[in-house]
């Protein structure tokens, strides 16, 4: 399980550096949500992984531990709220800019110099 | 019954106002949320002074949310060196906002809630004694700052606000991961209990511990903008309108507060094997964030791109201090980062109106018409300059030399001495090509444009008149911080006030 999780984390972090490098807001946008992803099972798992462990006193023979599922939950929810917002900023830059570039301009492609 | 509660007030307070602010009576007029917001921010001064003063008496007040003892709740911790910068950000607030009433506050809505929102995400910074709230405070700050740089809307801060917004998005990822690592091998984020507990790390946790530790000095570095991570920062500062600009002016030193915080009570001289972790990067990279800022400076093409270089080299100067990491150096870096914070600020203000009274060319250094108030704004400009590049009679004089006095080790005074004295000589250069471009460099018919307002000036004076103040009551100022820094480095008392029962 630790080795499906941990390969899992990787996958989606790697995946997540790679679009939040790219140079369209778009995927950008799409990257850095995969990271949250990421980010958020990381998380969780530093409390260690547990099976059938539940949470609360008095519920279970197994006990997982309850501070990392309250980190995720205040991560996820700022991660969401960032998230909305710069999907936000991305529409309004393409419509101020006129172009979905992260730097507001795009790079002039090597056929349109020849024209 | 109210001092029980001052540890937590000047974050709570400003949240509360904003809130207020969004309501029906106040909301619906500029002129009630102009008085209000200025109303809330002489309170909160108020409450930072008291805090001061409760804090200069040495005791560190502790403060459990919902009364859950450390290490299970969370924990607002006020010593010397928060109480300091709880006073710095408010009066800092004070100037911009007395700046914005001159009109910037009219180009969108919500400007004022959204400002009394970020104050408390920087006192939170401030306060907190938890990592992971930390974490919370920076993006409470983070969101507050992306909706104010872009506030008034343009293309050019769309631009700037899109690089900000995603590279600080990532910076929140990693530090999130940086968090896991640390809660996984730790098994804490109250940072008192971290710094009792890393002396009992297993050999093979040691180096996770270690890339959690160099992980958070990436994420404040970002924030602080150390060297190759500062390329945000005189852009997105040169976007922002000029109160919002004076208000970032800060945003910088949150991220040297964390430094200083967390790399001296969990990663401090006294970690065992992990003791001093970021001193062997933070030496090289401060002393080129402040070589890098001093060409930066020099190359400048307009006042307020020139004031953003100013505040990466003085990030520069601070981080050098945090390198040498003694309680000496310490003291004077708290003594510079209030001056360069409340001077800079100011800066950005003047930047705006010199630029509003220059017609179009604003304040890029080319000809122009004259301004329309040049002994006002002539002398605000030439006390902050002087300020600024560190030249008596003020307190950028002091707190330079302080600094130097600090590191006069000869092993360290090699580095440290050229570095400072050269992007000094850099500061001056530049400032003083601004001032004579911006004020002596006339052409066309006069200024048609109005002067500015008395209560927008009087943000800028405010934030200048503090220099002075700072060099005549420079020997209780530097008392207070060296005794904050003494403090930040005498852990002991603190873990055993914090944990009475678990320190070891």
């Known amino acids: 399980m630790e080795a499906i999780f941990a390969f899992s984390v990787g996958l989606l972090t790697a995946a997540g550096v790679f679009l939040s490098l790219r140079g369209r807001s778009f995927p950008v946008v799409v990257g850095i949500t995969l990271l949250s992803y990421a980010v958020n099972l990381f998380l969780f798992s530093s409390g260690r992984l547990t099976i059938n462990g539940a949470a609360v006193l008095g519920t279970s023979e197994v006990y997982a531990d309850p501070v990392p599922q309250a980190l995720v939950l205040t991560a996820i929810v700022i991660g969401f709220a960032m998230t ?15 172009n ?5 301009r795009l790079a002039v492609e090597p056929e349109e110099k020849k024209k | 019954m109210i001092q029980q509660h001052l540890t937590l007030l000047p974050v709570i307070f400003p949240l509360i106002m904003g809130a207020l602010l969004l309501l029906p009576p106040i909301t619906n007029s500029l002129a009630r949320q102009r008085n209000v917001a200025l109303a809330a921010c002489l309170v909160l001064i108020a409450l930072s002074v008291w805090m001061v003063q409760v804090a200069s008496s040495g005791s560190i007040q502790l403060y459990y949310l919902g009364d859950w003892k450390p290490p299970f709740g969370i924990l607002f911790v006020a010593d010397r060196t928060s109480a300091l910068m709880v006073l710095l950000s408010s009066s800092l607030t004070l100037g911009a906002l007395l700046y914005a009433t001159g009109g910037d506050d009219k180009t969108g809505m919500f400007f004022y809630p959204l400002f009394l929102f970020q ?14 709230n930390l974490f919370v405070f920076f993006e409470v700050l983070l969101i507050a700052s992306y909706s104010l740089l872009i506030h008034g809307g343009g293309k050019q801060r769309t631009q700037a606000a899109m690089h900000y917004v995603i590279l600080n998005l990532v910076g929140s990822a990693f530090f999130l991961f940086a968090l896991g690592i640390l809660y996984g091998t730790l098994g804490t984020l109250n940072m008192a209990d ?3 507990r890393i002396h009992q790390l297993q050999p093979d946790e040691q180096a996770l511990v270690k890339a959690g530790g160099l992980l958070l000095l990436v994420v404040f570095g970002l924030k602080s903008a150390l060297l ?14 000029a109160p919002v600009a004076a208000l970032f002016a800060i945003m910088t030193k949150v991220g040297i507060y964390s430094i200083l915080r967390v790399h001296t009570l969990v990663f401090g001289p006294e970690a065992g094997d992990l003791a001093n972790l970021i001193q ?5 990279l401060s002393l080129l964030t402040l070589t890098i800022g001093a060409v930066g400076a020099l190359a400048s093409p307009s006042l307020r791109m020139l004031a953003a270089n100013l505040v990466i080299i003085s990030v520069g100067t601070l981080l050098i201090a945090a390198a040498i990491a003694t309680p000496q150096a310490i003291a004077a870096a708290l003594y510079y980062l209030v001056h360069s914070t409340l001077i800079a600020a100011a800066l950005f203000l003047l930047a705006d109106a010199i630029g509003e009274q220059r017609g179009k060319p604003g304040d890029r250094f080319v ?38 006095q600090a590191s006069s080790e000869p092993s360290i005074a090699s580095w440290v001495w050229p570095a400072l004295l050269i992007s000094s000589l850099a500061a001056i250069i530049a400032l003083a090509r601004a001032g004579t471009s911006l004020f002596w460099r006339v052409s066309g018919e006069n200024s048609a444009s109005e002067p500015a307002a008395v209560l927008k000036l009087s943000g800028v004076w405010l934030l200048l008149i503090c220099s002075p103040l700072m060099v005549i009551f420079a020997g209780s100022i530097t008392e207070y911080t060296r005794l904050a820094a003494e403090q930040l480095f005498n852990i002991q008392p603190t873990l055993e006030l914090i944990l009475p029962q678990g320190a070891k």
């Open chain 2, 119 to 132: 104050i408390a995400g920087i006192n939170g910074a401030f306060l907190t004694g938890d990592l992971f």
């Open chain 2, 367 to 404: 000809s122009a018409r004259r301004v329309q108030q040049p002994i006002l704004l002539g002398s605000a400009f030439f006390i902050a300059a002087l300020s600024l590049a560190g030249l008596p009679p003020f307190s950028g004089f002091v707190g330079k030399l302080m600094l130097l």
């Open chain 1, 100 to 104: 979905d570039h992260v730097d507001g």
């Open chain 1, 84 to 98: 909305a917002f710069v999907l936000i900023l991305g529409m309004r830059s393409r419509a101020d800019l006129g």
């Open chain 2, 280 to 284: 062997p990067w933070l030496w090289p």
């Open chain 2, 228 to 241: 190759p991570l500062q390329f945000w920062l005189p852009r997105t500062y040169s976007a922002a309108s």
């Open chain 2, 194 to 196: 971290m710094a009792s």
